[in-house]
């Protein structure tokens, strides 16, 4: 295949368990874009998080967050793109929600990733793996309070049901104007409706010049899903979710095997 652009998820895909960047990884990445390659993380952490782990993985250029309602560039923070989920919508949902399942506690991720709006439960419950930031930030507000701005992304999770069971409450209340997902953290993400990893790396691949068919796409969770469909060639990751792998057209390696150093090294070396 040509190829223009890597765009690879983080989290369980392009970083072993541990979080980092293996050194046969690093030297992948870096082999494709001594190629011209663009490469370019795709994911539902917010900036402040692609930024713990940018300088292993040698990236500096763009980068899709917040499961690609955010296109920024790491180096100068410009913003290419925001696509927000509305308040209205929010409080519809916040508000359904916690009569189909009460204790369900909420949080916005606003202001290009940098502003973390969440409600005292939730930040009671959250870890600093959760969101890549100490829990002692996040605020602690009220839900009208929560709900009241835009979001990159609306958060939702409970302190005893699973993310797929919250998420298919989610999806069975009958409302639109969102769309919901999960990545395998212990919450629901919701963004605004039809904006998903893959409409944003058609965003970022517009602004490049880059064809559809010449994208190589890596992930693992439910949220990759429709990325790895789109890219001219998706490719799931070993161990990942069923969802991931019924989108994807190959499978490879686990992260902790270096899956996708294994699949660009293959391209790199068929494109001679």
Not at 194 to 222: E, I, N, R, S, Y
Not at 226 to 255: C, F, I, K, Q, Y
Request: with cysteine; hydrophobic share 45%.
């Amino acid at each position: 295949m040509p190829l223009r652009l890597i765009a690879s998820d983080l989290d369980g895909t392009l970083l072993r368990n541990d979080l980092s960047v293996s050194p046969r990884t690093r030297r992948a990445l870096d082999a494709a874009r001594a190629a011209g390659i663009h490469v370019v993380p795709v994911t539902a952490r917010q900036p402040i998080g692609v930024r713990r782990i940018a300088e292993g993985a040698g990236f500096g250029g763009w980068a899709l967050c917040s499961n690609g309602a955010l296109g920024i560039h790491l180096g100068t923070g410009e913003v290419l793109f925001e696509r927000h989920l509305a308040p209205g919508v929010q409080r519809a949902l916040a508000t359904a929600m916690r009569e189909a399942v009460p204790g369900t506690v909420f949080a916005s991720i606003r202001e290009a990733g940098e502003g973390f709006y969440a409600q005292g439960d939730y930040a009671d419950l959250a870890a600093e793996t959760d969101h890549k930031r100490d829990p002692a930030t996040m605020g602690r507000y009220a839900l009208e309070e929560v709900v009241s701005g835009p979001s990159l992304k609306f958060v939702l999770r409970h302190p005893h049901v699973s993310p797929p069971e919250l998420l298919a409450a989610v999806r069975g209340l009958g409302l639109s104007g969102f769309h919901a997902t999960h990545s395998g953290a212990a919450f629901v993400e919701v963004a605004a409706e039809g904006f998903t990893k893959a409409a944003g790396l058609a965003l970022l691949c517009g602004k490049l010049g880059v064809a559809q068919a010449d994208t190589l796409a890596f992930g693992d969770a439910p949220n990759d899903a429709e990325m790895l469909a789109w890219a001219g060639r998706g490719v799931a990751m070993g161990g990942a979710h069923p969802e991931a792998r019924a989108a994807a057209d190959e499978v490879t390696l686990s992260n902790e095997e270096d899956g996708v150093a294994v699949v660009v090294e293959r391209v790199l070396a068929e494109l001679g």
